[in-house]
């Protein structure tokens, strides 16, 4: 059974008079830039994430380098980032005139180490950007009390996590800026690139508003050097199309995990025993994530880890046989990438080092049917028996050695 990461047409095909009709209304209107539909979605999202002010922009990475410049962050800056996260987050800072500097994560819920924060902290650093990765929130109770008393700005780096909460609180609008992703395979994927920027600071906002649009206010008189970060209208029109629905994708997420979750304890307990010593448990090869938010998480990825060298890309190698489409979020991290090798940084962070060679990501999307899951997780069944059985203790079950 053929089973995609992601089936974008599932998701889309039922919106399809509803998207079409949104298209030829920005169409007769004849305004392409800005304008009522991107007022619109930045008014649901400002709502969604409890932040006052909410800025289409053009992507998630225009929204962390919007944030970025609208603090003023520069050459001689220094900004802390997970070493475990997508490119963007760590190349922004790099393009400011900035240094990234890596710090490591948690093994359980992949995201930033505060205390490994505190370590690299210098007098230099300005900001901190934690990832709320895989839509799992980052504490982040301990990232204010660590700004706070460093003096940092917090850009929260939401690009996988709209609608994701902290202990009941959306993320995004808990720090400094959030930043957020239309791109297609978020969890409110759009039709091409796009992004949110937000923020409760009115001064701020103002700022990243006039920065979106080359810095000029008024037009073609620039007291700041910006860009062009805009939204697109065609953009803004298709996401209103699908926001109405988030709640239920999100939720049919939600339903996918625990039926992951359910299944791979079953299937755990079921070679290793139940109640079973720790030896034998520690024996067992995969780790299902960790959900520390409990609803709070959204779920963009559901990221198994697979210790053991070689294991997951063998398992991979299975899934792939059976049609079963899986990826590795993320193979190197941001400390051992070729662009950064000028700041000495690699090996840093042992833990990202370490996930980078463990993880693969199954699919959860909120259309992924039943018989579809018990694909995958009869794939993934098959592929660990077949590893246990070539152990050399020869055929064992583990609860046997
Ligand atoms: C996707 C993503 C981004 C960038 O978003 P784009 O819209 O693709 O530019 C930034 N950070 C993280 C963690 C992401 O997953």
Not at 11 to 33: H, M, T
Not at 113 to 131: F, M
Not at 191 to 220: C, I, Q, W
Request: with cysteine.
């Amino acid at each position: 059974m053929i089973v995609p990461l992601l089936d974008l047409n599932a998701q889309n095909d039922p919106l399809a008079p509803e998207l079409k009709a949104a298209f030829e209304r920005v169409l007769s209107s004849g305004r392409f830039i800005l304008g009522p539909e991107v007022k619109e979605l930045e008014a649901k999202i400002a709502e969604m994430t409890d932040a006052k002010y909410a800025i289409g922009v053009s992507s998630g990475t225009d929204a962390i380098l919007l944030a970025l410049m609208a603090l003023d962050i520069g050459p001689g800056d220094e900004v802390l980032c997970p070493s475990f996260t997508f490119f963007a987050t760590a190349g922004c800072i790099a393009r400011t005139g900035a240094k990234p500097v890596f710090i490591d994560v948690q093994p359980d819920t992949f995201n930033l180490d505060i205390r490994d924060a505190e370590r690299k902290v210098t007098e230099a650093t300005k900001a901190i950007i934690p990832v709320h990765l895989f839509g799992q929130a980052v504490e982040m109770d301990s990232v204010a009390d660590f700004a706070d008393q460093n003096g940092l700005a917090v850009i929260e780096d939401a690009a996988q996590a709209l609608g994701a909460k902290y202990k009941g609180r959306p993320v995004g609008g808990l720090g400094t800026f959030g930043t957020f992703s239309f791109f297609p395979s978020k969890n409110l994927g759009g039709f091409g690139d796009g992004g949110m920027l937000v923020t409760n600071d009115e001064k701020l906002s103002e700022k990243a508003v006039t920065l979106r649009a080359h810095g000029s206010n008024p037009k073609y008189y620039h007291r700041l050097i910006g860009g062009n970060f805009r939204l697109d209208p065609l953009q803004a029109a298709l996401l209103l199309v699908k926001l109405p629905h988030y709640e239920e994708y999100t939720r049919l997420r939600q339903r996918n995990a625990e039926r992951y979750a359910r299944e791979l304890v079953k299937l755990a307990s079921s070679k290793t025993g139940s109640g079973t010593s720790e030896r034998e448990r520690t024996q067992w090869p995969l780790i299902p994530p960790v959900n520390v938010q409990g609803d709070g998480h959204i779920w963009n990825q559901y990221t198994l880890r697979l210790t053991e060298p070689g294991r997951r890309d063998r398992l991979r190698k299975d899934l792939n046989a059976n049609e079963i489409g899986s990826e590795i979020y993320y193979p190197v991290p941001m400390d051992a990438q070729d662009c950064f090798a000028h700041l000495n940084q690699e090996g840093t962070c042992p833990v990202s080092t370490q996930l980078a060679n463990e993880v693969l990501s199954i699919p959860i999307y909120p259309e992924l049917r039943v018989d579809q899951q018990d694909a995958v997780l009869a794939s993934l069944t098959s592929g660990l028996l077949d590893m246990e059985s070539e152990r050399p203790s020869g055929g064992a079950s583990l609860a046997q050695r």
